[in-house]
Nanobody
Framework: QVQLVESGGGLVQAGDSLRLSCAASGRTFSSYVMGWFRQAPGKEREFVAAVRWSGGTTAYADSVKGRFTISRDKVKNTVYLEMSNLKPEDTAVYYC???????????????WGQGTQVTVSS
């Protein structure tokens, strides 16, 4: 059974940094793309970043480019999202996802975590 478990969310101030983790288990993810998405209250889910498990190719939403960094640790089977210079508009529930298709469309992902709340105060 595939499990994606996010952690690391919390309440921070604008300008602060935070690191989210996604512990993946239940299968081999070597052919998968791991993604981070977020959803703010009253808004649609949006793509944040993605990394190809094999090879490490990354992609970012324009809104986070230069501030967020996605990475994966093959030994720990964990994906990270390093967030810096956080802004109030980054406030959302952040979800980890895994999919063979990957990309920026959430429908391309097969597995999802339960989400972790990130709140950025001004």
């Amino acid at each position: 059974q595939v499990q994606l478990v996010e952690s690391g969310g919390g309440l921070v101030q604008a300008g602060d940094s935070l690191r989210l983790s996604c512990a993946a288990s239940g299968r081999t993810f070597s052919s998968y793309v791991m993604g981070w998405f977020r959803q703010a209250p009253g808004k649609e889910r949006e793509f944040v970043a993605a990394v190809r498990w094999s090879g490490g190719t990354t992609a970012y939403a324009d809104s986070v480019k230069g501030r967020f960094t996605i990475s994966r640790d093959k030994v720990k089977n964990t994906v990270y999202l390093e967030m810096s210079n956080l802004k109030p508009e980054d406030t959302a529930v952040y979800y980890c996802a895994a999919g063979v298709g990957g990309g920026r469309d959430g429908y391309s992902y097969d597995y999802w975590g339960q989400g972790t709340q990130v709140t950025v105060s001004s």
